[in-house]
């Protein structure tokens, strides 16, 4: 089966309508996140920032288990 090119044109057409509707998603998202962040901040919230190498769980030196059940 071959695809005409009216077929090909409303697949691309379809396509880049998905492609601004994803956009016109996005920016509804960003805005939606910047009236939440202007709200944080406003309310006395505070934005820090942490340095990369910080980790939230340190490494733990490792732990010997083998043979520590009883016979």
Do not use: C, H
């Not at 919230?45 to 520590?68: C, E, I, W």
């Amino acid at each position: 089966m071959f695809e005409t090119e009216v077929e090909t044109n409303t697949k691309k057409t379809k396509k880049e309508e998905a492609e601004a509707l994803s956009l016109l998603e996005r920016e509804e998202v960003r805005t939606q996140l910047m009236s939440d962040v202007e709200a944080f901040l406003s309310s006395g919230g505070q934005v820090t920032q942490v340095d990369n190498n910080v980790r939230a769980d340190p490494p733990r030196k490792p732990t010997m288990s083998y043979g520590s059940a009883p016979i």
